[in-house]
């Protein structure tokens, strides 16, 4: 079964802290990989999407990279504009489906 | 450029009242469209996608179901609705990989 686990559940970083965010994911084959930024009450905004291993793209403070098994989603010198839910979803290669798997999120929290 | 409108952006239903939400997409041609459902605590659960006019796939069955009466007209209705229905439904857009999100809808039943 195709899954995606999303770590940690939450994390809390000061102005200026740098870190990553994990997606861990178990496909049959991959389409691609996407990243997702969602603020409270509203709908995902999409910023990354990855395709194949060593692949790494980059947004602002973001860089997204992709291994065989995860991405990360680092975040350089965040801000406390940067707090949303981070969201990462796989694309299987099944036949034609147009059917993303979606992780749990990370939640994350800049603090002034 | 691409614009996704959804509508009502909240909706307070009794049970067992119909639904109705609707989902358009300005600035694209022939586009692939989805509804989702995410629940509090849980990931986003693909309800129903159409990748043509009249043509539609669904994911989940349930008491839900979707129509795509024109290219970029998506609309999720029920007959019913029941508590569990309750959650935050999101419309999405692709021509290629990608899939855009619109605002969303908030519907509580009651």
């Known amino acids: 079964e195709d899954q995606v686990t999303q770590s940690p559940e939450a994390l809390r970083l000061q102005e200026g802290e740098s870190s990553s965010l994990n997606c861990s994911y178990t496909?049959?084959?991959?389409?691609?990989l996407f990243w997702y930024r969602q603020d409270p009450g509203k709908g995902p905004e999409f910023l990354f999407t990855l395709y194949s291993a060593g692949e790494e793209k980059e947004k602002e403070r973001l860089k997204a990279t992709l291994t065989k098994k995860e991405s990360f989603l680092h975040i350089t010198a965040p801000k406390p504009e940067d707090s949303a839910t981070y969201l990462c979803?796989?694309?299987?290669?099944?036949?034609?489906?147009?059917?993303?798997?979606f992780g749990k999120g990370t939640k994350l929290t800049v603090n002034p | 450029s691409q614009t996704i409108h959804q509508w009502p952006a909240t909706l307070v239903q009794p049970v067992g009242s119909p639904l109705s939400l609707e989902c358009t997409v300005e600035g694209t041609s022939n586009p692939n469209l989805y509804w989702y459902r995410q629940a509090a605590g849980r990931g986003l659960q693909l309800l129903f996608y159409s990748v043509g006019i009249g043509q539609i796939s669904s994911e989940v069955p349930q008491n839900l179901s979707a129509s795509r009466p024109q290219d970029r007209q998506f609309i999720l209705s029920s007959k019913k609705l029941l508590l569990s229905d309750s959650g935050f439904y999101l419309c999405a857009w692709s021509v290629s990989e990608t899939q855009y999100f619109g605002p969303g809808t908030r519907l509580l039943v009651l």
């Open positions: 496909v049959s084959g991959l389409r691609g």
């Open positions: 979803a796989v694309h299987p290669d099944q036949g034609g489906s147009e059917k993303l798997v």
